[in-house]
């Protein structure tokens, strides 16, 4: 069973910086199967990324995602106000079907 | 416009059961799998069980193995889970999930739901 793991577990930045968010998985991805979602307080998850560098309809280019294998990444560059919120990675390519990372909080101060 | 709306939650005692559905629209049900996801207070998201587009495959996290079942009526364009035995750290927010295609693996989530509140009290 694959288990990911997010660092860091929060991050406090200013607008206009760049951030980037981790997700390690335990063993290796099947096939780059691997999304990232977006959750604001009060809302349900926004999907952002999938096959780990393919953005979704609507997500500005700001959002990028990279990896592969075991090591995968969310970069958010020129960081707005409406950016903060919580970030989970999943897998959806192994046994079992879906597993998501325990969340990364980013906080725009 | 795809939509989907969970209904079913509450509140019910340790060892009770409860039944939710999740009502789809805006797109061919049939053609894709569905999952719920929930979401403990104050926690991350934790996928419960998935259900392919015709019903052929169907897998559950350990957590709730033996205990929930996931189904669906395609002709009712629904999606259920009847849970049992339900303890208090089943309480959480549960989420219908859209999957991208009709199979259970390869596919992410592309739509969800505004959740529905299960809350099991000990």
């Given at each position: 069973e694959i288990v990911l793991t997010q660092s860091p577990g929060t991050l406090s930045l200013s607008?206009?910086?760049?951030?980037?968010?981790?997700?390690?998985?335990?063993?290796?991805?099947?096939?780059?199967?691997?999304?990232?979602?977006?959750?604001?307080?009060?809302?349900?998850?926004?999907?952002?990324?999938?096959?780990?560098?393919?953005?979704?309809?609507?997500?500005?280019?700001?959002?990028?995602?990279?990896?592969?294998?075991?090591?995968?990444?969310?970069?958010?560059?020129?960081?707005?106000?409406?950016?903060?919120?919580?970030?989970?990675?999943?897998?959806?390519?192994?046994s079992p079907p879906h597993a998501f990372g325990q969340g990364t909080k980013l906080e725009i101060k | 416009e795809v939509q989907l709306v969970e209904s079913g939650g509450g509140l019910v005692q340790s060892g009770g059961s409860l039944r939710l559905s999740c009502a789809a629209s805006g797109f061919t049900f049939i053609n894709y799998a569905m999952a719920w996801v929930r979401q403990a207070p104050g926690k991350g998201l934790e996928w419960v069980a998935v259900i392919s587009g015709g019903s052929g495959n169907i897998y559950y996290a350990d957590s709730v193995k033996g205990r929930f079942t996931i189904s669906r009526a395609n002709s009712k364009n629904t999606m259920y889970l009847q849970m049992n035995s339900l303890r208090a750290e089943d309480t959480a927010l549960y989420y219908c999930a859209k999957e991208t295609g009709y199979m259970v693996r390869g596919n992410y989530f592309d739509y969800w739901g505004q959740g529905t509140l299960v809350t099991v009290s000990s």
């Open positions: 607008p206009g910086e760049r951030v980037t968010l981790s997700c390690r998985a335990s063993q290796s991805v099947s096939g780059t199967y691997l999304a990232w979602y977006q959750q604001k307080p009060g809302q349900a998850p926004r999907l952002l990324i999938y096959g780990a560098s393919s953005r979704a309809t609507g997500i500005p280019d700001r959002f990028s995602g990279s990896g592969s294998g075991t090591d995968f990444t969310l970069t958010i560059s020129r960081l707005e106000p409406e950016d903060s919120a919580v970030y989970y990675c999943q897998q959806y390519g192994s | -």
